[in-house]
């Protein structure tokens, strides 16, 4: 549902591929002959960065304190609707996101324990946990995408309130959610 820009190295903006599916602001993009698409499952190892725009019909992906925020009415929560095109975070930067899902076995990222480990793309374009107790990779997912800096938790929005140290938290995906990353791709 949204992406949270703390710090960017490399900002591209592609076409997106007319046959992708949807693409929702901090997910994983891959770089094909038709443009930009989400990454699926033949597209795990070949990451070119993280979306920083939604390309949908259906559902805002802004970070908000309220859900289905949106940039412009007329676009319908399609934020690449007058363009075509999609901002492509790539080559580095520190970001925060809910874009992401337990992995295999179910594992827990707001522990803790796994800050400071690498995280890989899932066939439906989201961060995960890609590796086994000993550190093997899991079949499939071989290509570090990021680091995680900071445990899964709530987020602030800026707006007064009192779920975290004075602000509102941010909704999103994740029962809202998010992990701050360092990107790799």
């Not at 591929?17 to 443009?35: F, H, N, P, R, Y």
Request: glycine share 14%; net charge negative; aromatic share 6%.
């Amino acid at each position: 549902m949204a992406l949270i820009e703390k710090y960017r190295v490399c900002t591209a903006l592609q076409t997106i591929d007319g046959a992708s599916e949807t693409i929702k602001e901090g997910m994983l993009v891959t770089i094909t002959s038709g443009g930009v698409s989400r990454v699926e499952n033949a597209d795990v190892d070949n990451v070119y960065g993280i979306a920083g725009d939604t390309s949908s019909t259906t559902a805002s992906a802004m970070p908000g304190v309220y859900d289905n925020w949106q940039n412009r009415v007329s676009d319908g929560f399609d934020e690449t609707k007058a363009s075509g095109k999609i901002t492509v975070y790539h080559s580095g930067g520190e970001f925060a996101t809910d874009q992401f899902t337990k992995g295999s076995g179910g594992t827990d990222l707001s522990d803790g324990s796994h800050v400071g480990v690498c995280l890989v793309a899932n066939s439906a374009g989201l961060l995960c946990f890609g590796y086994d107790t000993v550190g093997l990779t899991i079949a499939g997912h071989r290509q570090p995408v990021a680091m995680m800096t900071k445990a899964a938790g709530t987020y602030p929005s800026g707006v007064p309130g009192v779920d975290l140290n004075g602000d509102m938290a941010l909704k999103g995906d994740n029962s809202d959610t998010y992990i701050e990353i360092k990107l790799l791709v």
